[in-house]
T-cell receptor, first 114, second 116 residues
């Protein structure tokens, strides 16, 4: 069965620190997609990144970077030089195969202190 | 372009009442999803549609919940009768099967439901 584990329930850092959010997934599918979503205090869910199972290249977008390793079934998210506006709950998600059915992790609450 | 639109944004009702949540997906999207978010259970997929047809409703908690999609631009999630344990934020999301946006789901702002 598919499963996403975000072991870090809450993380607190001071502004400008780097922080990594962990995501470990389980699946028997050979084709699947991984996602990160951000949920700020306002409540909406904001898409950050999608990665398919055949693309293990790491990705960098500004202060955000993602490390996908199939060997360890991990898709970790790093924020460099964190800012207060990064404070949010971050969800990692996995599709069921190549379908649109998303399975979410329990989320990591990131608090960035000024 | 307008995103996913949900109404109402907040709903307070009494136990036993019927509740109807509404969603308008992004124009051109052929998938529509209903999620529920609670502290205890996190984000759960309730049901999703493809081209207005329900594909997977295995997440619908019980018969009190029903969802319809009469056309490509409108869906409803109904709870009848409502119970306090239904209190949650209900999200609607839509996506397209066309690359390169395959599988990326766009979420609405959510409806916060409180059942007293």
């Amino acid at each position: 069965a598919q499963k996403v584990t975000q072991a870090q329930t809450e993380i607190s850092v001071v502004e400008k620190e780097d922080v990594t959010l962990d995501c470990v997934y389980e699946t028997r599918d050979t084709t699947y997609y991984l996602f990160w979503y951000k949920q700020p205090p306002s409540g909406e869910l904001v898409f950050l990144i999608r990665r398919n199972s055949f693309d293990e290249q790491n990705e960098i977008s500004g202060r955000y970077s993602w490390n996908f390793q199939k060997s360890t079934s991990s898709f970790n998210f790093t924020i460099t030089a964190s800012q207060v506006v990064d404070s949010a709950v971050y969800f990692c998600a996995l599709t069921r195969g190549a379908t649109n059915k998303l399975i979410f992790g329990t989320g990591t609450l990131l608090a960035v202190q000024p | 372009d307008a995103g996913v639109i949900q109404s109402p944004r907040h709903e307070v009702t009494e136990m036993g009442q019927e509740v109807t949540l509404r969603c308008k997906p992004i124009s051109g999207h052929d998938y529509l999803f209903w999620y529920r978010q609670t502290m205890m259970r996190g984000l759960e997929l309730l049901i999703y549609f493809n081209n207005n047809v329900p594909i997977d409703d295995s997440g619908m908690p019980e018969d009190r919940f029903s969802a319809k999609m009469p056309n490509a631009s409108f869906s409803t999630l109904k709870i009848q009768p409502s119970e306090p344990r239904d209190s949650a934020v209900y999200f609607c999301a839509s996506s397209t099967s066309g690359a390169p946006l395959l599988n990326e789901q766009f979420f609405g702002p959510g409806t916060r439901l409180t059942v007293l």
